[in-house]
């Protein structure tokens, strides 16, 4: 029985979920994003995801971290400069998505490869 860790800190909210065997969904919590330290709400979120499916960290196989914070800072022109690492797409799909023109001249690294949500 594999446990995942998934957590997404968002504009308002940091939610976190553990899923069984990549299927089912055991246990969802939210906390507030806390913006002057994001690790605040992720924390607060994990921690209530855990108590809530009495799991222990250690049994976590797998965590992963999305922010939607940072994408909406990148589509709102909030910021410092920022770097693109595009894997397993082509350079001429950052033309054809639209992300040429949102990055604005900032760099862009293309790579080969590919991932699932496993990594």
Known sequence: MALLLGVDTGGTYT????IRDEEVVI???????????LAVGVGAAVRA?????????????????STTLA??????????????IYI?????????????EALRGDPCIVL???HNHAG
């Open 15 to 18: 939610d976190a979920v553990l």
């Open 71 to 84: 994408t909406n800072a990148l589509v709102e022109g909030q910021g410092g400069r920022v770097a693109l």
């Open 27 to 37: 246990a969802s919590a939210k906390s507030l994003t806390t913006r002057h330290d």
């Open 88 to 100: 397993g797409f082509r350079e001429k799909d950052l033309e054809g998505h639209g992300l040429a």
């Open 112 to 114: 080969e490869g590919g």
């Open 49 to 65: 995801v855990l108590a809530q499916a009495g799991v222990a960290p250690s049994d976590i196989a797998l965590a992963s971290l």
